[in-house]
């Protein structure tokens, strides 16, 4: 593990709160891996032996219907951690994981977090504390479904990855439009959809870019009324 991939790591929600003494160990029998994209990192329904934490890419995490159909449950990029708390279970994962791009990962075997735990309990709290966050985002997510429009969804969604607070902006779609649609509840004929109404809020999209005329006044389309 390079210098780059521990500072992520001990600034990670799962490891940040921990001491550093309980952290060096845990990264001690940490191992870094590597996935391109479109690689298996686990399957749903797979034993959860490990915890992982993303270093660098994107990860998708889906289920697979009955019917065959994929549902994004959620996408992490570097500093966000995944499976903690199946792992700890000795549970099978509920769902799979993918890299969307090219990727690294911090695995952590979670029998050997489990025994940091024992030895330091307050360890668990940094665990706690991924887990609600965890839980949040869910439930945001199901706010977003039922509350907000799709051109709503895809507008809190560019505003997220911008870093302007005001004025114009460009940002960089991190992976493809059908991803897009999935983490947004959308189909890809809806996103497009909504790109299109967009456009008379400003929102112009060339290739991966996305070019936001006015930030503030795309902020303002996510508290209207339906009328996105």
């Known amino acids: 593990m390079n210098f780059e991939q521990d500072r992520i790591a001990r600034r990670s929600l799962l490891l940040s709160a921990a001491p550093d003494p309980v952290i060096d160990k845990v990264l001690a029998e940490?191992?870094?891996?590597?996935?391109?994209r479109g690689e298996t990192i686990f399957l749903q329904g797979e034993a959860a032996k490990a915890i992982y934490i993303v270093a660098d890419g994107w990860v998708k995490l889906y289920r697979v219907a009955p019917s065959g159909a994929e549902a994004?449950?959620?996408?992490?990029?570097?500093?966000?951690?995944?499976?903690?708390?199946?792992?700890?279970?000795h549970d099978v994962y509920p769902v799979a994981?993918?890299?969307?791009?090219?990727?690294?990962?911090?695995?952590?075997?979670?029998?050997?977090?489990?025994?940091?735990?024992?030895?330091?309990?307050?360890?668990?709290?940094?665990?706690?504390?991924?887990?609600?966050?965890?839980?949040?985002?869910?439930?945001?997510?199901?706010?977003?479904?039922?509350?907000?429009t799709g051109a709503q969804r895809v507008a809190e969604f560019l505003l997220d990855l911008a870093h302007c607070p005001a004025g114009s902006?460009?940002?960089?779609?991190?992976?493809?439009?059908?991803?897009?649609?999935g983490r947004l509840g959308m189909t890809p004929e809806s996103l497009s959809r909504a790109f299109a109404r967009l456009r008379k809020h400003g929102v112009t999209i060339r290739h991966n870019i996305a070019s936001i005329a006015d930030v503030v006044g795309l902020r303002d389309v996510i508290g209207e009324d339906g009328k996105a």
């Open 72 to 89: 994004v449950v959620g996408v992490f990029t570097k500093g966000r951690s995944f499976g903690e708390a199946v792992a700890f279970r």
């Open 169 to 181: 902006c460009e940002v960089t779609l991190p992976y493809d439009k059908a991803l897009i649609a």
């Open 97 to 148: 994981a993918e890299a969307v791009t090219d990727c690294t990962l911090i695995r952590i075997e979670a029998d050997s977090l489990l025994r940091q735990i024992r030895e330091s309990p307050e360890i668990a709290i940094s665990i706690l504390s991924a887990t609600f966050v965890h839980l949040n985002s869910l439930v945001a997510q199901v706010e977003t479904l039922k509350a907000q």
């Open 30 to 36: 940490a191992r870094v891996r590597s996935y391109g």
